[in-house]
């Protein structure tokens, strides 16, 4: 892993972007707590995942019935949009599978190529179409640590059936983070390096937001992926990013 970068009005480069040292619980002098939310509540299926179920809010999506559902923790909502028709889903799964490697859609696409959460049992996957994770109240995000899945990795290493060839020397693949600011306009963005320079992230890393400004007192982020590999429809590699311990001060 080589770069993180940030854009707003102008480029900043956060310092000690990939420190390995988590958020702690530490007292704050500013009166505000710090939360870690580790996905531990969520409640899986036999095959060890979560992307939503028929309990949620109904709709039309192309015809077929799909529900709006969200994981729900500290005051942190993650929505997730299931359509069982097509066994699909967009937005923030849940999964506790320590199996590594891609053969099958279900369940591999639940898969992280660590192996296991960065804590506990649980971990997040992103894939998202819109979705945005949600704050009920304005809070900093102080970081989060991040891994590839072991679809990506798959589409690193042996191609995404859509785009000719593997990975080469030249090729990368990213996830952007847009924050939403409580106040005033948005437009920043925070991008994060999945493979670039001919490797790719292989364990749990950390992203560190401490001092990224655009990231404080925010009430949304989004997540969007872009990379070389891509067709008229956009980036063929797959879309995914699984996420941990995301650290948050309110």
């Given at each position: 892993?080589?770069?993180?970068?940030?854009?707003?009005?102008?480029?900043?480069?956060?310092?000690?972007?990939?420190?390995?040292?988590?958020?702690?619980?530490?007292d704050n002098p500013?009166?505000?707590?710090?939360?870690?939310?580790?996905?531990?509540?969520?409640?899986?299926?036999?095959?060890?995942?979560?992307?939503?179920?028929?309990?949620?809010?109904?709709?039309?999506?192309?015809?077929?019935?799909?529900?709006?559902?969200?994981?729900?923790?500290?005051?942190?909502?993650?929505?997730?949009?299931?359509?069982?028709?097509?066994?699909?889903?967009?937005?923030?799964?849940?999964?506790?599978?320590?199996?590594?490697?891609?053969?099958?859609?279900?369940?591999?696409?639940?898969?992280?190529?660590?192996?296991?959460?960065?804590?506990?049992?649980?971990?997040?996957?992103?894939?998202?179409?819109?979705?945005?994770?949600?704050?009920?109240?304005?809070?900093?995000?102080?970081?989060?640590?991040?891994?590839?899945?072991?679809?990506?990795?798959?589409?690193?290493?042996?191609?995404?059936?859509?785009?000719?060839g593997n990975f080469g020397p030249t090729?990368?693949?990213?996830?952007?983070?847009?924050?939403?600011?409580?106040?005033?306009?948005?437009?920043?963005?925070?991008?994060?390096?999945?493979?670039?320079?001919?490797?790719?992230?292989?364990?749990?890393?950390?992203?560190?937001?401490?001092?990224?400004?655009?990231?404080?007192?925010?009430?949304?982020?989004?997540?969007?992926?872009?990379?070389?590999?891509?067709?008229?429809?956009?980036?063929?590699?797959?879309?995914?990013?699984?996420?941990?311990?995301?650290?948050?001060?309110?």
């Open positions: 892993m080589k770069t993180i970068k940030f854009f707003a009005m102008a480029a900043i480069v956060c310092g000690a972007a990939m420190s390995m040292t988590s958020c702690s619980k530490e500013t009166g505000k707590s710090q939360v870690t939310i580790g996905f531990e509540g969520a409640k899986l299926n036999t095959q060890g995942f979560w992307i939503g179920d028929e309990t949620g809010t109904p709709f039309d999506n192309w015809g077929s019935t799909a529900y709006a559902c969200s994981y729900k923790e500290s005051g942190v909502t993650f929505p997730v949009n299931y359509t069982p028709a097509w066994s699909s889903w967009s937005g923030f799964a849940v999964s506790n599978r320590t199996e590594t490697t891609y053969k099958t859609l279900t369940p591999d696409q639940y898969n992280n190529i660590a192996g296991k959460a960065r804590s506990g049992k649980n971990f997040c996957i992103v894939q998202t179409y819109g979705e945005s994770i949600e704050f009920e109240k304005p809070v900093t995000i102080k970081g989060f640590w991040y891994t590839n899945t072991a679809w990506v990795v798959d589409a690193i290493l042996n191609g995404d059936g859509m785009t000719p090729d990368w693949f990213k996830c952007i983070i847009a924050p939403t600011p409580a106040e005033g306009l948005g437009g920043a963005r925070y991008e994060i390096d999945l493979a670039k320079d001919g490797d790719y992230v292989k364990e749990w890393k950390y992203c560190d937001l401490s001092n990224v400004d655009a990231f404080k007192n925010i009430k949304s982020i989004a997540f969007s992926f872009d990379g070389t590999k891509k067709n008229d429809y956009g980036v063929t590699t797959p879309a995914y990013m699984c996420i941990d311990d995301l650290v948050i001060e309110k």
